[in-house]
């Protein structure tokens, strides 16, 4: 089953191409602060678990959101200016003008590539094992801005690609190991190739969202003595669901 777990973390990079930086309307310390407070920091080594396939965003998304969908008319976040291609901080306020060239050069050099990689390593895995297991990584922070009295970890899911069973296994683990879960708050869904999305059962996904809180200090983006233990975490339970399928 390892062979058919790909982990697909898409907002853990700070790298924005100085080319991309030069269209933001925020620079210096309040853009570089922006890059931060929205990245999942570290989601890439939280979910680096030795085994599985990892499918990581290689830019910002700030620069490239490739966890939203490509047409927004189907992204409900589009209207706040925060589809693929970001004109709005997540906060709403201006970011970056719409502009039509650099949005479609976005979405055919990164975006589009991006899932590709993803559509590709899912056909190999259909191919050579019959299914697949997308474990989408994410962290979000302890802020009244997401709502109020949050959880240590949420888990998204997706009607059609997301058994019972795999919720049921996550928020149970989690809170045997005295956490506080909660399903599809404050985010919900999880990641599906547009190309089997709502099509192939085979495909199956769950989001694994890690409150900041348990590996963060404060506010910043610094490590704090819990990182070690919730990567633990992040693994043991991606452990179990894989035994659960």
């Given at each position: 089953m390892k062979n058919n777990l790909?982990?697909?973390i898409p907002h853990a990079s700070l790298y924005i191409p100085a080319e991309y930086k030069r269209a933001f309307?925020?620079?210096g310390e309040a853009l570089e602060n922006e890059?931060?407070?929205?990245?999942?920091?570290?989601?890439?080594e939280?979910?680096?678990?030795?085994?599985?396939?990892?499918i990581l965003a290689e830019?910002?998304?700030?620069?490239?959101?490739?966890?939203?969908?490509?047409?927004?008319?189907?992204?409900?976040?589009?209207?706040k200016g925060n589809g693929f291609f970001y004109t709005h901080t997540l906060r709403g306020?201006?970011?970056?003008?719409?502009?039509?060239?650099?949005?479609?050069?976005?979405?055919?050099?990164?975006?589009?590539?991006?899932?590709?990689?993803?559509?590709?390593?899912?056909?190999?895995?259909?191919s050579e094992h019959g299914r697949c297991l997308i474990i989408d990584g994410h962290s979000f922070s302890d802020d009244p801005y997401h709502g109020d009295d949050l959880p240590d970890f949420c888990i998204g899911t997706d009607a059609y690609h997301t058994p019972p069973v795999l919720?049921?296994?996550a928020v149970g683990f989690l809170r045997s190991l005295g956490y506080s879960v909660e399903v599809n708050r404050p985010f919900s869904g999880s990641m599906v190739p547009m190309a089997y999305y709502g099509k192939d059962e085979r495909v199956t996904s769950l989001m694994i969202e890690v409150n900041k809180r348990l590996y963060l200090e404060g506010d910043t983006i610094v490590k704090s003595k819990g990182f070690n233990k919730t990567k633990d975490v992040c693994k043991q339970t991606i452990i179990k669901l894989m035994e659960a399928m």
């Open positions: 790909f982990i697909h309307l925020l620079s890059i931060a407070s929205s990245a999942d920091a570290y989601c890439d939280l979910f680096d678990i030795g085994f599985g396939k990892r830019y910002s998304r700030l620069v490239c959101d490739t966890e939203r969908f490509r047409d927004d008319a189907l992204e409900e976040n589009a209207k306020n201006p970011l970056r003008n719409d502009d039509p060239a650099l949005k479609q050069r976005v979405l055919t050099q990164i975006y589009d590539k991006h899932h590709e990689a993803l559509s590709n390593a899912v056909e190999q895995a259909l919720a049921e296994t």
